[in-house]
C-alpha cells in the first residue's frame, strides 16, 4: 500500500495542491487536490499565472508582489516566501481563503524565473484572524468600537469633514446612574443595561455613523455629514430609543436614561482631542441640568478666559511654592475677659512677582478648584511648625481644606513633625470649617482623634454658617469652635444676632467648649461677649492679620525660618 502513496496522492490526503510556476512562460502545472481546492474554475483559468491572478483578493499581484519583495528583502538564489490571499469566481461567490508556500529560484539574471510551492484552504485560520482582529478593535460586551478605535475613527472622520468642507457631530452618551443599578442589581445586570442600550442607540444610526464604547458607562458616536440642527433630531431619536421602554434583565425590569454632549468639528473642534474634551463638557453640563438631557458645545467667551486665568494663576501658584514666597500673616486671638493674646491664627498669603500680597480669599477658592490646596497646606503646616518651633511660648492656629482632612501625605506630613518635635503639639490648633464637618461625620471624628492623639486641639470655623448641630459637635469631641463672623459683626445693633450668639455661647458652655468670637468690631461688642461668658474675641478691634511677627525670635530661629525648605 505505501509503495501506491505518489506524491500526488499523499497531497490529496491532505487537502493541498502543489504547483510549478514558468514565470518564463507563465505556465502553471498542477499536482493533487486541485480539483476540491479550486472548485467550479475551468482548468483554462489555473493554466497560467495570469488567468489566475484575475480571480485573487484583495489585489491580484498579490503573488508577483510577494516575490519582488522577498527578491529585494534577501537577495537572488533559492528564497522561500509565504502568502495568503481569497479567490472566488464571481463577485457572488464566497470567498475562499488558500495559504500559500512555495520557492522561487533565479535565473542567468539572479531575478526569479521558476517558482515551487504548496496551496492549500485556510478558511478557520483566516476566521481565527479576522475574529482576533475584531476583538483588538471592538468592545466584548457590546460588539461596538472600542475607545482606541473610536478615536481613530474620530480622528479620521474630522480630517475628511475638513478636507470636504462638511461638518460632523461628535456626541459622548452617558448612562445617568448606572453605579445605582451595580449597586442594586450587580455587575451582570449593569452590564445587560449597558449591551441593550447599545443596541438601541446602534438601531436609530444612519449608514456610515459609527458608534463604540468610550468608557465603562458612555458610548461615543461619529455622525458625519451632520449639521447642529441634524445633531438635535438626531439625540431626539437617541433619547427616545433609550427611555422609551424599560430594560428587561435577567433581575427584572431597569428603568434607563442616557445624557448626551455633542460638538461639532471641525467647526468647534480641530482634532479629536479637542472633540472628546469639548464633548465631555457638554455632558457634564447636560447631567448637571437633570438626567436624560442634551447640551450641544459651544463657544464661551467668559469660560475661556477664566480657563486662561486658572493657567496664570495655577502657574504662579506652584511658583510661589517654589520660590518660597508663601508666607503667613498672624491674627491674634486674646481673651474677652483679660484681653492677653491666647493663641494667633495663621493665615496664608502669597507674595507676586510684582511685590503685590495675595490673601488667602484670593488664593484658598483657587487653589481648591484647581487641586492646590493640598500642596498649600503642606507648606502652611511646615511654616507654622517651624513657628512654634522657634518661638516656644506661641500658640498658633492653622486652617486646613476640606481636601486636606482626607489626604494621606498630609497625615505623614504632620504626624512625622509632631514625632519629631513632640512639644509642639500642644501649642497647635487645627482648624476645619464647619462644612467638612457636615458630610461624614465618622470620617470627621476620625481625623479629630487622630490629630488628639497627637496632642493637637480642634477648632470648628465658622460655627452657624452651616448645619453643624451641638449635638455632632460633642460627638466630635472639638475643643473650640469659632462663632461665624456674619452673626458677631451686628450685635450690638440686631437682636436676632444677639439671641443666636448669646444662645450658642451658653450651649457651648455647657458641653464644656471654648468660643471664639469673629469680626469683633467695637468696645460694645466685645463687651457683650464677655459678660455673655464667651471665651475669646478677634477682629478690627483687636488687630487684624499682619505678617510681623508679634513675638520676638533669635536671630537663629529667624534665620533657620528663612531657609525652610518646601514641601
Known amino acids: 500500500m505505501a509503495s501506491d502513496l505518489f506524491p500526488s496522492s499523499i497531497l490529496s490526503l491532505l487537502g493541498q495542491a502543489a504547483f510549478v510556476w514558468d514565470l518564463a512562460t507563465d505556465a502553471l502545472a498542477w499536482t493533487g487536490a486541485v480539483e476540491d481546492l479550486f472548485q467550479d474554475i475551468p482548468a483554462s483559468t489555473l493554466a497560467t499565472g495570469a488567468s489566475f491572478s484575475t480571480l485573487l483578493e484583495p489585489s491580484r499581484s498579490v503573488r508577483s508582489d510577494a516575490l519582488l519583495n522577498a527578491a529585494a528583502a534577501v537577495g537572488p538564489g533559492c528564497v522561500p516566501y509565504r502568502i495568503e490571499y481569497g479567490i472566488r469566481v464571481s463577485t457572488a461567490a464566497p470567498v475562499c481563503w488558500i495559504e500559500e508556500t512555495g520557492v522561487w529560484f533565479a535565473g542567468p539574471d539572479g531575478r526569479p524565473s521558476r517558482v515551487q510551492g504548496i496551496v492549500r484552504i485556510n478558511n478557520e485560520r483566516h476566521a481565527w484572524d479576522e475574529q482576533l482582529l475584531k476583538l483588538s478593535q471592538h468592545d466584548p460586551l457590546t460588539g461596538e468600537l472600542n475607545r482606541a478605535h473610536l478615536i481613530a475613527a474620530l480622528a479620521e472622520a474630522i480630517e475628511e469633514s475638513a478636507r470636504f468642507r462638511t461638518s460632523l457631530s461628535f456626541m459622548l452618551v452617558g448612562i445617568d446612574h448606572l453605579a445605582r443599578v451595580n449597586d442594586s442589581f450587580g455587575f451582570d445586570v449593569a452590564d445587560e443595561v449597558i449591551s441593550t442600550i447599545a ?17 465603562g458607562n458612555k458610548f461615543g458616536l461619529v455622525l458625519k455629514n451632520c449639521s447642529i440642527d441634524d445633531a438635535q433630531i438626531a439625540v431626539g431619536r437617541f433619547l427616545a430609543a433609550v427611555g422609551g421602554e424599560i430594560v428587561p434583565t435577567r433581575s427584572g425590569p431597569v428603568s434607563a436614561t442616557v445624557s448626551i454632549g455633542a460638538v461639532s468639528a471641525p467647526r468647534h473642534a480641530r482634532n479629536a482631542e479637542e472633540a472628546i474634551n469639548r464633548a465631555q463638557e457638554a455632558l457634564a453640563a447636560a447631567k448637571h441640568r437633570r438626567s436624560g438631557s442634551f447640551s450641544m458645545w459651544r463657544p464661551n467667551v467668559e469660560r475661556d478666559t477664566q480657563r486662561r486665568v486658572n493657567i496664570r494663576v495655577t502657574d504662579e501658584i506652584v511658583a510661589a511654592l517654589n520660590e518660597r514666597r ?48 493640598r500642596l498649600v497646606d503642606h507648606r502652611v503646616l511646615e511654616l507654622v511648625v517651624a513657628e512654634l ?35 509642639l503639639a500642644q501649642r497647635l490648633i487645627v482648624e476645619i470649617t464647619e462644612t467638612v464637618a457636615i458630610p461624614d461625620l465618622d470620617e470627621v471624628r476620625g481625623f479629630v482623634n487622630r490629630l488628639k492623639s497627637l496632642g493637637a486641639k480642634i477648632a470648628i470655623d465658622d460655627f452657624g454658617a452651616g448645619y453643624t448641630s451641638f449635638r455632632n459637635l460633642r460627638a466630635l469631641g472639638v475643643d473650640i469652635v469659632k462663632i461665624d463672623g456674619a452673626f458677631v459683626q451686628n450685635i450690638a ?14 450651649l457651648a458652655r455647657r458641653l464644656g467648649i471654648k468660643t471664639v468670637a469673629e469680626w469683633v468690631q467695637d468696645e460694645e461688642s466685645a463687651q ?10 478677634q ?25 525652610q525648605a518646601v514641601y
Do not use: K
Open 199 to 215: 443596541g438601541r442607540i446602534r438601531s436609530r444610526l444612519r449608514a456610515g455613523d459609527q458608534l463604540g464604547r468610550f468608557s
Open 326 to 373: 508663601i508666607v503667613l500673616a498672624y491674627e491674634p486671638v486674646v481673651s474677652a475677659s483679660s484681653r492677653e493674646p491666647a493663641f494667633y491664627e495663621c493665615l496664608v498669603r502669597m507674595r507676586t512677582d510684582d511685590g503685590q500680597v495675595l490673601l488667602a480669599p484670593d488664593i484658598v477658592p483657587v487653589a481648591e478648584r484647581l487641586g492646590l490646596i
Open 389 to 423: 518651633s522657634a518661638a516656644p511660648d506661641v500658640s498658633l492656629s492653622l486652617n486646613i481644606s476640606p481636601d486636606t482632612t482626607i489626604d494621606p501625605d498630609w497625615w505623614a506630613g504632620i504626624e512625622s513633625l509632631m514625632l519629631a518635635h513632640p512639644s
Open 493 to 506: 445693633r440686631s437682636a436676632d444676632d444677639r439671641a443666636f450668639v448669646q444662645t450658642l455661647i451658653d
Open 528 to 537: 457683650l461677649l464677655r459678660d455673655w461668658g464667651c471665651d475669646y474675641i
Open 539 to 563: 477682629g478690627r478691634l483687636i488687630g487684624l492679620a499682619s505678617q510681623r511677627r508679634p513675638w520676638p525670635i533669635a536671630a537663629a530661629a529667624a534665620a533657620s525660618l528663612a531657609g
